[in-house]
């Protein structure tokens, strides 16, 4: 196959008419598949349906004399967080155990600081003229609504391989008004990156200059390998404290890319003093999460190791789903040279850097033949991709063969956009 960049205009042209007849085909069969979010697909879902029968008897409610159908433990259930602690290496006392969701603890703890302001807080962050936020790009789109939402100004900075350009994290921070920063550290969102050793310990040791620096730690893939064995991580929160930054760590993880997402059970984990100020300012809002879901969730997982078991399950149903992408992508897109992607062996996403200035035009195309991917733009803070480029793939959802259809119009979308760039 010839690369693109090096076929002539007359070339070009054949080969415009050529996908665009293929294009055409697909079109007209009026498809409707959905690469847009990261959602488990239906097989993983019905996987994990015993979750919901695990507790029968009064007995079964129990975490020792606490009945966790009852009001109370607003930082969630002892087992609950000895769970958690197990899977993510910290300690239980460590843990805040709430809701279904990861997301609304993130959200609720920069709300903390936003209208309280936080253990080492000078005033709430309300109160300040301008609150900057360090976003590595590309990232999770809704990390950056959430600091919209506050009204930060979001700095974004790149990412390497080995995770965010620490040379430029390091000057950020000099400055007091920049307070906090996200990471996705471990299969990074989109791009399936895991942070290096050099990279985690300068940032569990960085010396910022706000005094209440939130480190946002989403751990949302720490047991989500598809293609390797399970990678143990540092504990961030340990790393943190070695270097006298026990208050700056907030790390997040949650079930549902375990369980289920819509009722699964969120964690946030950070330092006793933290949780000892905050504790009290959550209760003014919810006198408890369901507890009782997280009885259950402590019963069907068990521990790290039943959590590993399970995880090597979802491994088999999601395996394919990345090689149907990655290998169509190998066949139809490399050998033209008008798109990069990562390789990822974890995570929920395949990111892929289109032609600059293509990707609007490639998922245009995209949804006029029926194919819903996450919108161009998304992955930047203020949906504003400088390159146009960036377009994030989520195989998890639909089946292989729907997968298989979705990939293949999405090729041909790539190539039209780049045939167009180049010029017919
Ligand atoms: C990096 C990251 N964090 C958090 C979430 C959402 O987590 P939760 O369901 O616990 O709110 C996602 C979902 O895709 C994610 O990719």
């Known amino acids: 196959m010839?690369?693109?960049?090096?076929?002539?205009?007359?070339?070009?042209?054949?080969?415009?008419?050529?996908?665009?007849?293929?294009?055409?085909?697909?079109?007209?069969?009026?498809?409707?598949?959905n690469m847009a979010r990261g959602k488990p697909g239906k097989a993983q879902l019905d996987m994990v349906m015993d979750l919901s029968h695990v507790l029968k008897e009064p007995a079964d409610y129990m975490d020792g004399d606490l009945d966790c159908r009852n009001y109370g433990n607003v930082d969630g259930l002892p087992a609950a967080k000895?769970?958690?602690?197990?899977?993510?290496?910290?300690?239980?006392?460590?843990?805040?155990?709430?809701?279904?969701?990861?997301?609304?603890?993130m959200f609720d703890t920069i709300s903390k600081a936003y209208i309280n302001g936080l253990l080492h807080s000078e005033k709430p962050w309300c109160k300040l003229d301008t609150v900057k936020w360090i976003c590595p790009v590309p990232g999770y789109d809704r990390h950056f609504k959430v600091?919209?939402?506050?009204?930060?100004?979001?700095?974004?900075?790149?990412?390497?391989?080995?995770g965010p350009d620490m040379d430029t994290v390091e000057q950020l921070i000099r400055d007091p008004a920049v307070k906090g920063m996200w990471n996705v550290p471990k299969y990074s969102n989109p791009e399936g990156i895991v942070y290096s050793d050099e990279t985690i310990r300068r940032l569990a040791s960085m010396k910022p200059a706000a005094p209440d620096f939130m480190l946002m730690w989403d751990n949302a893939y720490c047991v989500h390998e598809f293609d390797c064995d399970f990678r143990p991580f540092e504990d961030i929160l340990s790393?943190?404290?070695?270097?006298?930054?026990?208050?700056?760590?907030?790390?997040?993880?949650?079930?549902?890319?375990?369980?289920?997402?819509g009722?699964?059970?969120?964690?946030?984990?950070?330092?006793?003093?933290?949780?000892a100020y905050l504790n009290p300012i959550i209760n003014v809002q919810i006198i408890s999460y369901d507890k009782v879901?997280?009885?259950?969730?402590?019963?069907?997982?068990?521990?790290?190791?039943?959590?590993?078991?399970?995880?090597?399950?979802?491994?088999d149903i999601l395996r394919p789903k990345f090689h149907a992408v990655l290998?169509?992508?190998?066949?139809?897109?490399?050998?033209?040279?008008?798109?990069?992607?990562?390789?990822?062996?974890?995570?929920?996403?395949?990111s892929l850097n289109a032609m600059p200035g293509t990707a609007r035009r490639t998922l245009e195309l995209c949804k006029?033949?029926?194919?819903?991917?996450?919108?161009?733009?998304?992955?930047?803070?203020?949906g504003v991709d400088p390159n146009d480029s960036n377009i994030r793939i989520a195989p998890s959802l639909p089946p292989v063969e729907e997968l298989e259809q979705a990939i293949a119009i999405f090729c041909n979308c790539l190539k039209l956009s780049a045939l167009e760039k180049l010029g017919l």
């Open 293 to 315: 879901n997280q009885m259950r969730h402590v019963k069907f997982l068990q521990d790290r190791e039943h959590t590993l078991a399970l995880m090597r399950r979802h491994t």
């Open 368 to 382: 006029e033949a029926g194919v819903t991917m996450t919108g161009a733009g998304a992955t930047f803070p203020y």
């Open 327 to 350: 290998d169509a992508l190998d066949r139809e897109i490399r050998p033209l040279e008008i798109a990069q992607y990562n390789r990822p062996v974890g995570g929920y996403f395949v």
């Open 263 to 275: 009722a699964g059970v969120a964690v946030m984990a950070t330092s006793e003093a933290n949780l």
């Open 239 to 261: 790393l943190c404290a070695q270097y006298g930054n026990a208050d700056m760590i907030y790390e997040y993880a949650s079930t549902s890319k375990i369980t289920f997402p």
């Open 147 to 162: 600091t919209e939402n506050f009204g930060f100004e979001m700095i974004p900075v790149p990412m390497t391989e080995n």
């Open 82 to 105: 000895r769970l958690f602690a197990d899977i993510l290496g910290c300690k239980p006392e460590q843990c805040f155990v709430g809701g279904n969701s990861s997301l609304q603890l």
């Open 2 to 33: 010839k690369k693109y960049a090096e076929m002539t205009p007359e070339e070009r042209r054949a080969e415009y008419a050529a996908v665009k007849a293929a294009y055409d085909g697909q079109k007209a069969l009026g498809l409707k598949l």
